[in-house]
């Protein structure tokens, strides 16, 4: 049955109302939003949304590692391969309420927009929600999808250590995502994630909608300085071995190599602490986390080996060893050209200006691209700002690209 008057079809109140729900579960007293993977706040999300599949009668299905699925199955269709939508639900600290739950709630409304139209698929649709995307407890980053894509093996993830000393897999079991189904069980037909762009372009260019056609390389290092804890006070500068001062050095040189690379290579030190930690005391030990990105896979392992190579000289000129510990690594992805025109059509359909672009973030699509053809739909972020609670989307953008969701997989699903 061909459908036609889709366009601009998403129950926009119902995905808009549960942005705001989902979006109050893990408020703390101060009003600032973490639901960090596998945590009390995550499982408070989990629960709401596993309720808003089965109100519309998805079947749900979680796997081993967390992995959430709701699936719309019609008789016909149960044995073919499912269009998969999604994102993840986990959060950072103190973030923003659209990254990740955007993509998985409008992912529902395309469902529930196709039943009420009476469609009848060629294949099922489902919605995944990836057990910890946002890799802030426990490294790497994009963990429930890589495990799904096969890139890291479900034994090995459970056994995933967090940054609080916790295991992931005890914590699912405490959560009661432990899931039973084997990760990839479902073998996807195609992929589409919907996703705020984190970024930017789009609200700069005033364009609604990123037709994504690759993602960029990620690496993530944690990097140990150890110095000699010393007298603040009588100790002088040339006789230090100050682990502090040597990270300091590394931050900026980050920053330099940054900013000679013409936009191409982002690095970030976001987490650093220092022991002992007190106000009188040289440093004895720095341990530090780098993120290091760029487009181009050559120039990701380029700017890996100049840091090696500066560490190396650092160690020799501060008398301090230097160790590093590779938390995640992904190299760039292309995604599927065929998607990506449909994504442009399907923007075009809907009198929309969209534009091809590169994700600077990390996202569940990358593991997916490994499996199955896949790509994703941006819309903007007003000042680009993400991973901060000011994260913030147009209601007018964020129905817009949901209506582009809903086109794609109308296409895809034969209708
Ligand atoms: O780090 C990232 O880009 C993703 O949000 N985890
Ligand atoms: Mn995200
Ligand atoms: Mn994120
Ligand atoms: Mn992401």
């Known amino acids: 049955m061909t459908v036609t008057n889709l366009k601009q079809s998403i129950n926009s109140e ?10 109050r579960i893990g408020l703390d007293n101060d009003n600032k939003r973490t639901r960090l993977a596998a945590s009390d706040a995550d499982k408070a999300g989990r629960d709401r949304l596993i309720v808003w599949m089965k109100e519309d009668g998805l079947e749900v299905e979680i796997d081993r590692i967390g992995n959430i699925f709701g699936i719309w199955y019609s008789t016909e269709n149960r044995n073919e391969e499912p269009i998969l939508l999604g994102s993840h639900i986990d959060t950072v600290i103190n973030a923003g309420m659209y990254d990740g739950c955007y993509g998985v709630l409008s992912g529902l409304e395309v469902i529930n927009t196709l039943q009420k139209k009476g469609v009848k698929p060629s294949r099922p649709i489902a919605v995944a929600a990836f057990t910890n ?3 802030v407890r426990y490294q790497p980053d994009m963990m429930g999808s890589l495990v799904y894509a096969g890139g890291l093996s479900v034994e090995d993830a459970l056994k995933t250590v967090g940054s609080d000393g916790t295991l992931l897999g005890e914590e699912l079991e405490r959560i009661g995502y432990a899931g039973t189904k084997e990760p990839g069980f479902l073998k996807p037909y195609a992929y589409i ?4 762009e984190q970024g930017p372009i789009l609200d700069k260019e005033g364009i609604s909608i990123g037709a994504v056609e690759n993602l960029q390389g990620i690496s993530w290092q944690r990097i140990t300085i150890e110095g000699i804890a010393n007298h603040a006070g009588t100790t002088p500068i040339v006789m230090r071995r100050d682990a502090g001062l040597a990270a300091a050095r590394v931050i900026t040189y980050l920053r330099d190599r940054a900013n000679a690379s013409n936009g191409q290579t982002v690095a970030t030190v976001g987490t650093i602490s220092f022991k002992p930690n007190a106000v009188n005391v040289v440093p004895s030990l720095a341990t530090f986390t780098v993120d290091l990105r760029n487009p181009n896979e050559q120039r990701l392992q380029e700017e890996e080996q100049a840091l090696a190579n500066y560490l190396k000289e650092l160690a ?9 510990e590779q938390l995640a690594r992904f190299s760039p992805v292309s995604f599927d050209e065929n998607i990506v025109k449909l994504i442009e059509q399907a923007a075009s359909k809907l009198e929309l200006h969209s534009k091809r672009m590169t994700s600077g973030a990390g996202h569940d699509a990358q593991m997916m691209a490994r499996i199955c053809p896949s790509a994703m739909i941006f819309v903007p972020s007003i000042e680009g700002i993400s991973h901060n609670p000011k994260e913030a989307t147009n209601d007018s953008d964020l129905i817009a690209g949901a209506n ?12």
Do not use: M, P, T, W
Request: proline share 0%; net charge negative; aromatic share 0%.
């Open 193 to 196: 994630e919907l996703h705020i």
């Open 133 to 135: 995307e946002e890799g």
């Open 316 to 324: 020799a000129s501060e008398e301090v060893s230097i160790s590093s």
């Open 14 to 23: 119902r995905l808009l109302k549960r942005l705001q729900d989902l979006g």
């Open 404 to 415: 582009v969701l809903l086109d794609v997989v109308n296409n895809l699903a034969g209708n």
